[in-house]
């Protein structure tokens, strides 16, 4: 029984990335041709006052965030099959859309392009859109626009302003902890920021920091300093406004 369940969910799977493939030019979505300009003509004006180029960014939260969010994100064309193959076993299992599967392509084409609409057409076109988004842009500059137009909290959005909002550090100074909590809050800012009255920041952080560590992300030491140390944020600050100019590199 569970065998052929397997079957039956993975012939969904590969139904479903068949179909978008089959619609991609009738979605009435960008063609790579422009999608280039109509990705920087999308950024958020929050993100953009605070837009940092990927090599500024802690390497501990780049690669907090790809690990956890994401881990064959350098490996996989936009879309990430297995994990599709979970979310829509999950999916079946409840009844409704409960879990996403989305890859980090995917989610720059929904906060850039699409709504928050959880359809199946809406899943087709974050689907169409994050492979053409990787015949477009590299990996690094995908990753970059995510981690700026990412919302960390009420009109914060990247992670510069961030980092300044909770931590008052630059977002070139994050430790794992710091990098840990904000990926905590990636999957509902509001709800799960460390500010949120009743939020248990210090659980969900280490949560990530266990998950990082499973995955090699980190050693047994830095998993042991990170998860020791207090969460020391501060709510009351304005968020940062200060940055470079938004701008993507020509990939070579």
Known sequence: MITLMRTRVMAMSICVAAV???????L?????DELRAQVVARYPRE?????????FLAPTLTAAVVSWEDPAFYHHGGLSYPDMFEAL??????????????????????????TRDKTLRRKLQDAVLARRLEKVLSKDEILEVYL???EWGPHVYGAEAAARFYFDVSANQLDWSQAALLVAMLPNPHLFSPCAPGADAEQRRNHVLEILFLNGTITSS????AAASPILVSCAQTPARRGLTAGLTTPS
Request: charged share 20%; glycine share 12%; proline share 6%.
């Open 28 to 32: 009435g979505l960008p063609a790579g």
């Open 47 to 55: 993100a953009i006052r605070s837009w940092k180029p990927l090599w």
């Open 148 to 150: 700026n137009i990412a």
């Open 20 to 26: 978008g493939i089959a619609v991609e030019p009738v």
């Open 89 to 114: 076993k999950e999916n079946l299992r409840q009844g409704r859309f409960a879990r996403g599967g989305s890859t980090i392509t995917q989610q720059v084409a929904k906060n850039l392009f699409l």
């Open 222 to 225: 830095e998993h042991e300093r």
